[in-house]
């Protein structure tokens, strides 16, 4: 059997980046990676988690063809028109740090990582909400752990709940979120009133072996807060 010729590169990024733009309005570096095949969803859900270093470590694609890729989506927005847009990425801890994606760490690489692409067409207010969505800080994540077993990285202690970070696991008193209280799903109206006035709040999730995925079980909220909220519907 034989096979078929691979694709230029330029096809296949202009490929991906035409797929995420029409769903999306806009497209960025890690859209297009995530098209190509060069980076797992799993996998940059732990960058996001600051369980890893740099994005390159994770991704499967030599530094030249990272390069050139980054430049390819850059012409062939430029040929669109899209307008660039600077874009934030913090961690997805309680700390917000900024994301790094380069194993370099230079400056201009960074900002060519962070730069998203938008459709010309949008109203400049349609293209406000595009930036402030994707530079919206990510839900900070709690798990429900499903061993028993389990140890807190930084002081070796344990929980009924904890927080994935770049070292392992972290209880939540160390991981920034001790005495936040959990209210479970449900009463959609009392979560989202919880959620806005918390201002430190998580989503917990535990993982579902017969689905195989994670599955939302409610927030962690701040107890005073909850408290007010029930007592106003009391």
């Not at 194993?103 to 402030?132: C, I, M, N, Q, W």
């Not at 061993?147 to 970070?165: F, I, Y």
């Amino acid at each position: 059997m034989t096979r078929k010729p691979k694709q230029p590169l330029s096809d296949r990024v202009s490929r991906a980046a035409e797929a995420v733009l029409a769903r999306e309005h806009s497209v960025s570096v890690v859209d297009v990676f995530c098209g190509l095949g060069w980076l797992d969803a799993s996998l940059l859900q732990q960058w996001r988690r600051r369980q890893v270093g740099a994005l390159e470590e994770v991704m499967r694609a030599s530094p030249p063809s990272i390069g050139e890729a980054i430049a390819l989506l850059r012409r062939w927005a430029e040929a669109k028109g899209l307008t660039p847009s600077e874009t934030d990425y913090v961690a997805q801890t309680p700390r917000r740090e900024v994301l790094r994606f380069s194993r370099s760490g230079k400056p201009d690489v960074e900002t060519a990582y962070r730069t998203h692409f938008v459709a010309a067409e949008l109203s400049e207010k349609a293209r406000a909400r595009l930036t402030e969505k994707a530079s919206r800080a990510p839900e900070l994540v709690v798990v429900v752990p499903t061993r028993d077993d389990w140890s807190c990285h930084r002081c070796g202690g344990t929980g009924d709940l904890l927080m994935m970070e770049e070292g392992g696991p972290a209880c939540l008193s160390c991981a920034g979120l001790g005495g936040l209280v959990f209210l479970p799903s449900g009463n959609a109206l009392l979560s989202r009133r919880a959620k806005a006035r918390s201002a430190r709040h998580a989503v917990v999730v535990r993982f579902s072996r017969t689905r195989g995925r994670y599955e939302r079980q409610g927030l962690m909220v701040e107890p005073q807060v909850l408290a007010d909220l029930r007592d106003e519907t009391a």
